[in-house]
């Protein structure tokens, strides 16, 4: 299923009134991992701005020690500092990576803009080297503007 297929998919899931915001979350993460062969890992992370961090929030994939993640640790915490795209294609190549299993080799971040300000970030990981593209960007960007009218 191309990107332009799911774009519909997403906004249904967004517009869907019989479910809870996070269930949505995870509804939108199961679509992604279930469609796109190279997301291995799907998640939201939540900034919590008082005290510099972000808090796991809903995800599909394999269970994760980073429930909370300082600001400027790891390629989320840089995210949420720069307010810019991070695309690792490979991990073992990142300084500042965190870890979270032998598999993941490469990794995707795109900021969660409500009203300007970053309140989160989607976070996918691949068992891939270098899958991620200009069109994964795009897309992301495209699903975070839909999450965004959720907040």
């Keep these: ?11 249904a899931i967004i517009a869907d009134t019989d479910h809870s915001r996070d269930e949505k979350l995870l509804n939108i993460c199961q679509l992604l991992s279930d469609t796109i062969d190279y997301y291995n890992w799907v998640g939201f992370y939540f900034a919590n701005h008082e005290n510099k961090t972000l808090h796991l929030g809903p995800y599909v994939g394999a269970e994760t020690d980073h429930t909370v ?27 500042n990576y965190i870890a979270c299993s032998f598999t993941v ?20 990981d691949s068992h891939v ?8 960007e795009k897309f992301l960007e495209f699903v975070n ?3 965004a009218k959720l907040f």
């Design 105 to 124: 080799k490469s990794e995707i971040v795109v900021p969660l803009f409500v009203n300007g300000q970053n309140i989160g970030q989607i976070d996918i």
């Design 145 to 147: 503007q839909e999450v």
């Design 129 to 136: 080297l270098d899958p991620f593209t200009e069109a994964d």
């Design 1 to 11: 299923m191309t990107f332009q297929e799911l774009q519909p998919k997403i906004t």
């Design 69 to 95: 993640i300082p600001f400027g640790k790891g390629i989320c915490g840089q995210v949420a500092v720069s307010n810019e795209n991070f695309v690792v294609p490979d991990v073992a190549a990142q300084d």
